[in-house]
């Protein structure tokens, strides 16, 4: 399944899916759910930044953190 448009941030989603993780398709921006419902990140389907691999893995360490 692909994720984003990003290599990068498609493989990163492939990962937290495997780990767990569920993916919820949007019009516009994927969302994965942690594992027992605990937070959501929003996954950018044609990210312009380049920062958008860091910025997405930051939003996955709150969310497992619970911060």
Not at 24 to 38: D, E, F, Q, S
Not at 54 to 62: P, Q
């Amino acid at each position: 399944m692909k994720y984003s448009s990003n290599k990068d941030v498609n493989s990163f989603a492939r990962h937290l899916v495997v780990d767990g993780w569920r993916f919820k398709r949007g019009k516009k921006h994927g969302k994965l759910v942690a594992p027992g419902g605990r937070g959501i990140v929003v996954i950018p389907s044609t990210p312009g930044k380049k920062r958008a691999l860091r910025e997405l893995e930051s939003l996955v360490k709150r969310v497992k953190t619970g911060n």
